[in-house]
């Protein structure tokens, strides 16, 4: 009797589920995939003329092939910013879980004080434009590190809490030197958590709206996400190519998804949680 | 500060000083502070520095060349204009409504998807993709889908006879629908940390309440709900930090409007340095860095304290 109530509850949630959740991108697939008049009626139907791939190519070929240009962008910004963040928020969680004493307060405050307050985002761009890197992608990829920091400075921090002290001070009597402890026997041991890092953050800064928005503003440096809000005043009437470039925006996540579900869930409910 | 530390480095160091190299590595140890420089140089530059100077220039009038010293009035026209401050209750209004269903949905998804159900694995994952799909596209989805006439939501409500507001183009009711599109959007997130929270509570809490006879229902209110306090505090404030934060969402689906009415502290932020007032967008900055500081930080003190008792 509890199986049969395990199945209907289990059935009505996943009717419910599919009607809230699974529409939308239905719907999404269905409008990139009609002509440029059936579009613009915005109906939840199975196109007529079913053209997803032409759109898809005309989306690409847009103003110059706009869109190519803005995932390139997207690309180097996340490979670049995510490496960068990987290594720096390991070395300073390392040492700050290894010393403790007066230092490690400071650190705590700074790290707590990155999660919950918000960037001054004019100050930000005097400070950009001083050093010369006001509408630079070097100059967004140094903002998106020092605002991932602490994030994933408390993901490290926890888990090499885990690591035996015994590996450095073993690594210490064969000589090593700081760099080669590092680098040699903590970095490998972190791998599990290295990945966890690494997929959070790919996703958070390739979907990043904001800042590539106030500190990389113009058309050819723009990244995919402020291209994609751009070509909403673009293709005011042409709903199917504005779709076609949703569905290709959602692909990358959608992989990530496929191959990393269990990684991404657990990363993120620990992350939040430490958080 | 490195004499206070150099005892405890000198007995931590004792077996290094006893390797062959010990000794020169003995004053900066296996962890050496230097592997702050980089990182703590980037922190400093692009986040302390630009958040401290935030206060200052908040009292000036500034054309990023020259800033003049005038005192309270960017904040005097901040609280005196009426756009911003609809800004600032929908600002509160935003946060307060997406944290609240962000808990109450998140919870009851999870002891859900907890439960002896099938597709268990199939439902957690529809309901928590939308966490990692870009917000830009989620919010030009759903501005179609909410479209007042041709949109799917208010189409498929004529059809069983209800006639659909206009939920974007309805002043007192932009922001609200833009709240009920973000906890869509997050709701996944709430979800699975509360999954976390519930899968951690000790079985035997559970064979205990067996043993006592206890219903599903007591289970869930006297051992599930308080024992996933942790849970609750983190999603109160994740959404909370993200709800008076929020901007791509809004920005995307109404740019502030109709009017002023969507218009939340962080839009307000942009229209003010889009317009060329950058004193008074910066007083945006310090407006938002207070009330997030001052919600956030004594919120998590008070849950955190009771959490203790």
Redesign the interface.
């Given at each position: 009797m509890k199986n049969t109530r395990g199945v209907v509850i289990g059935a009505s949630a996943v009717v419910v589920t599919a009607v809230f959740f699974l529409v939308p991108f239905v719907f999404i697939l269905l409008i990139a995939s009609k002509d440029r008049v059936e579009s613009s009626l915005l109906q939840f139907s199975w196109p007529k003329h079913f053209v997803l791939f032409q759109n898809i190519t005309e989306a690409f070929a847009a103003r110059d092939y706009l869109m190519v240009i803005a995932f390139i962008n997207s690309l180097i910004l996340t490979v670049v910013s995510v490496a960068a963040l990987v290594i720096l928020s390991a070395m300073v969680a390392y040492v700050w879980q290894r010393r403790g004493g007066r230092s490690s307060g400071l650190v705590n405050v700074l790290v707590l004080a990155g999660l919950i307050v918000p960037p001054a985002i004019v100050p930000t761009i005097f400070v950009l434009q001083k050093v010369g890197l006001f509408k630079t992608m070097p100059g967004l990829i140094l903002i998106e590190i020092a605002f991932g920091l602490p994030f994933c400075i408390l993901l490290f921090r926890a888990f090499i809490a885990s690591v035996p002290r015994e590996l450095d001070e073993a690594a210490v009597v064969d000589g090593a030197n700081p760099v080669q402890i590092f680098f040699r026997v903590i970095f490998p041991v972190l791998r599990s958590v290295i990945m966890t890092v690494i997929i959070l953050q790919t996703v958070a800064i390739y979907n990043d709206f904001q800042n590539p928005l106030y500190f990389l503003p113009g058309t050819q440096n723009a990244t995919i996400q402020v291209t994609l809000l751009n070509f909403q005043s673009q293709f005011t009437s042409q709903y199917n190519l504005l779709f076609a470039t949703i569905l290709l925006v959602t692909i990358p996540p959608l992989i990530m998804f496929i191959f990393f579900n269990r990684k991404i869930v657990e990363g993120m409910a620990a992350g939040s949680v430490k958080g | 500060?490195a004499s206070?530390?150099s005892t405890?480095e000198a007995t931590r160091?004792a077996?290094?000083a006893?390797?062959?190299?010990?000794l020169r590595?003995k004053r900066?140890?296996?962890?050496?502070?230097w592997?702050?420089l980089?990182?703590?140089l980037?922190?400093a530059?692009?986040?302390?520095?630009?958040?401290f100077?935030?206060f200052y220039?908040s009292f000036t009038r500034?054309d990023?060349f020259t800033s003049r010293w005038i005192g309270l009035d960017n904040y005097r026209t901040f609280f005196a204009e009426q756009a911003l401050v609809i800004g600032l209750r929908n600002t509160l209004i935003y946060a307060v409504l997406t944290s609240g269903v962000k808990v109450v949905l998140g919870m009851a998804l999870a002891l859900?998807l907890t439960?002896?159900?099938?597709?268990?694995g199939?439902?957690?994952?529809?309901?928590?993709?939308?966490?990692?799909?870009?917000?830009?596209?989620?919010g030009?989805?759903?501005t179609?889908?909410l479209?007042p006439e041709?949109?799917?939501v208010n189409?498929a409500l004529g059809a069983v006879g209800v006639a659909g507001p206009g939920w974007l183009t309805n002043p007192s009711l932009a922001i609200v629908s833009i709240a009920l599109v973000d906890i869509?959007k997050g709701v996944g997130?709430a979800t699975?940390?509360y999954?976390?929270?519930l899968v951690s509570i000790p079985q035997e809490y559970y064979e205990a309440a067996e043993v006592d006879g206890a219903s599903r229902w007591d289970v869930i209110r006297n051992i599930m709900l308080p024992l996933a306090k942790?849970?609750t505090v983190?999603?109160i404030?994740?959404s909370l930090?993200g709800g008076?934060?929020s901007?791509?969402l809004i920005?995307?689906m109404t740019k502030g409007g109709p009017g002023f009415a969507s218009d939340v502290i962080?839009s307000v932020?942009?229209k003010q340095?889009q317009a060329g007032f950058?004193g008074l967008?910066?007083a945006g900055?310090?407006v938002?860095?207070l009330l997030?500081?001052l919600l956030?930080?004594p919120l998590q003190w008070w849950l955190n304290r009771t959490e203790a008792d």
């Open positions: - | 500060m206070t530390l405890s160091l077996p290094a006893r390797g062959t190299q010990g590595r900066s140890g296996p962890y050496p502070f592997f702050y980089v990182p703590g980037i922190y530059v692009f986040f302390l520095l630009p958040t100077s935030s220039y500034w990023l859900l439960s002896k159900i099938i597709a268990r199939y439902l957690r994952s529809v309901i928590f993709f939308p966490v990692l799909v870009s917000t830009i596209g989620v030009l989805t759903f179609v889908l479209n041709r949109g799917l189409q869509w997130l699975v940390i999954i976390a929270g942790p849970a983190s999603v404030t994740l930090i008076l934060r901007f791509e920005w995307t962080a932020i942009y340095y950058y967008s910066t900055s310090v938002l860095f997030v500081t956030v930080v």
